[in-house]
């Protein structure tokens, strides 16, 4: 039996080193419930949703993006040139990636395409790498296309700015609620558009969306844009993206929602990702679609025993075809955990004019708290002189120079030396060297790099402002890196960043006894013969 498990790895091993090109698949489809998620090899993009006992399609053809390079357009349809497909594939049965090539710009785009089955949405990133040579200093993306919410070809457009959401309605709230896109509060857009589809198309197509929605029932469309370099307000970290270079990496996050029929909206705010413990307020959008105006008992609750609550009054009074903002406020739970905050309104006229929406909030982590000092490059500079207290404090620059994915608590050690130590340290590890805590400075850091997350992500980097040393003869100081291990390999049981012959066997046999994935398996047997496994 251990014999053929050996075997088995070295077929796996041989297809994974094989190099071959597949023939990518013309298509390929998340079937959800009530979503049902289609992209082809190209990237466009096709959602029907279950309405009564049938999916109806949601687009009248296919939503395409467009990227533009200093003027030069590539598209995923529709208007050429087009990208060139580099890998087509679904890591889950809730997950899609394309992956293309803008010509021979050296600039690569991946789109993932996320659906959590039972949900009203689902999620779109994209990643723009500069893998090429050449800096662009004027760099746009924009996604959308010619719309048909609920196999309806009349629909009227909406914005919404405390959401950033264009949105569109059909003639009868009683028949559908509404179909939205908008983008995540870490990555927010810079323009809207929503018109007759043929306007749209063009307003993609030339890269310059208008910021206005047509007031009334038309064949519609609708679309977002980003300008790398043109922040929207408060961006502030985007301020410094004004070109893009060789290695940068620009991440978008946006999300397509629907709501069921009602006379009565409740539009929730885009998912979010933030650290344990933190105080998070959520702006719920209310709308009333009645011809009257009409008085709302609100409530909310969270899953997974995280306190929520109304920052006002548990009653809100709304003039037809108006809407109202309503805060929510709730405290993360420890890390590696999430809850769902729905907010439901119920009409005191009619209880059966009601609805909810819901965001979910996660807390990175609960992965291994470990020595990342080999995964991350460490470098000081602005060396200034305390008078004072004769110390010296400067910047220090962490880099993810490995391939783990870090997040929160980043704690910095440096054993005490005659010729460096640090001065006022947070505490001491249980083997006596000080540290200090940067988790506070690297979280406030992180929202302006990469894809805005909370996670220090492989090529990532940030800078840690006045870290203070007392340092004779300005010795440069020789510290180690602590921080938790967000995603270790499923089969690394002692959690020590590598995979033993014991390890990828015990992965096979789960593989065997489907409990785990195709995806999971390669990865453990990649590890592992990076590791000098044979």
């Keep these: 039996m251990k014999t053929l498990k050996w075997w088995m790895v070295v077929v796996l091993l041989a297809l994974l080193s094989s190099g071959a090109q597949a023939v990518l698949p013309s298509s390929l489809t998340i079937t959800g419930t009530p979503l049902r998620i289609t992209a082809d090899t190209m990237g466009a993009i096709q959602v029907d949703r279950l309405q009564g006992s049938s999916y109806v399609e949601q687009y009248y053809s296919s939503l395409h993006s467009y990227l533009f390079l200093d003027g030069q357009r590539y598209a995923t349809g529709r208007s050429s040139p087009y990208f060139t497909p580099v890998a087509f594939s679904m890591p889950t049965g809730w997950s899609i990636v394309n992956v293309g090539d803008a010509g021979e710009s050296g600039v690569r785009l991946t789109q993932t395409l996320t659906y959590v089955n039972g949900s009203m949405y689902f999620t779109k990133q994209w990643r723009i790498e500069n893998l090429g040579s050449q800096t662009f200093s004027a760099v746009k993306f924009l996604h959308g296309g010619d719309t048909y919410f609920a196999g309806d070809d009349s629909s009227q457009g909406h914005w919404d700015p405390a959401l950033h959401m264009v949105y569109l309605t059909n003639p009868n709230p009683g028949l559908t609620g509404i179909m939205g896109f908008y983008a995540s509060a870490l990555s927010p857009s810079d323009n809207y558009y929503e018109d007759n589809y043929g306007s749209v198309w063009t307003a993609l197509a030339n890269g310059a969306l208008p910021d206005t929605v047509r007031a009334n029932y038309h064949d519609a469309g609708y679309g977002l844009q980003w300008n790398r370099g043109t922040p929207a307000t408060g961006d502030e970290a985007a301020m410094t993206r004004t070109t893009f270079a060789p290695g940068d990496v620009w991440n978008i996050t946006a999300y397509e929602k629907w709501t069921d029929a009602g006379f009565v909206q409740v539009f929730a705010p885009a998912d979010q990702q933030v650290v344990a413990g933190t105080n998070v307020i959520l702006q719920f959008t209310l709308m009333n679609y009645q011809g009257e105006t009409d008085t709302f008992d609100v409530s909310v609750e969270a899953t997974a025993g995280w306190p929520a609550a109304l920052a ?53 982590g609960g992965g291994a708290f470990k020595n990342v000092t080999t ?20 910047d220090m620059q962490i880099a993810n120079n490995g391939a783990l994915l870090l997040t929160g608590p980043f704690w910095y050690a440096v054993p005490i030396t005659a010729d460096c130590r ?40 940030v800078v840690v402002r006045n870290i203070e040393f007392y340092c004779r003869n300005r010795a440069t100081p020789v510290g180690f890196m602590y921080s938790i291990w967000a995603d ?47």
Aim: proline content about 5%; charged content about 10%; aromatic content about 6%.
């Design 312 to 364: 006002g009054a548990s009653t809100i009074q709304i003039p037809a075809g108006s809407s109202s903002n309503i805060e929510v406020n709730t405290t993360s739970g420890v890390a590696g955990s999430s809850s769902i905050i729905t907010l439901t309104a119920i009409s005191q006229t009619d209880t059966n004019i009601s609805n909810q929406d819901s965001a979910t909030i996660t807390v990175p």
């Design 375 to 394: 995964s991350v490059g460490l470098a000081y500079s602005g060396w200034t002189l305390n008078r004072t207290t004769g110390t010296l404090f400067g």
């Design 422 to 461: 640090l001065w006022r340290p947070t505490g001491t590890l249980t083997n006596g060297t000080p540290y200090v805590d940067l988790t506070a400075s690297v979280l406030a850091a992180l929202p302006g790099v990469g894809n805005g997350d909370l996670t220090l992500n492989p090529g990532e980097s």
């Design 488 to 534: 270790p390999p499923q089969f690394d049981a002692n959690m020590d960043g590598a995979i033993s012959d014991s390890e990828v066997l015990t992965a096979v046999d789960a593989w065997k006894a489907g409990t785990a994935d195709d995806l999971s398996l390669f990865e453990t047997i990649r590890i592992w013969k990076q590791a000098g496994g044979q």
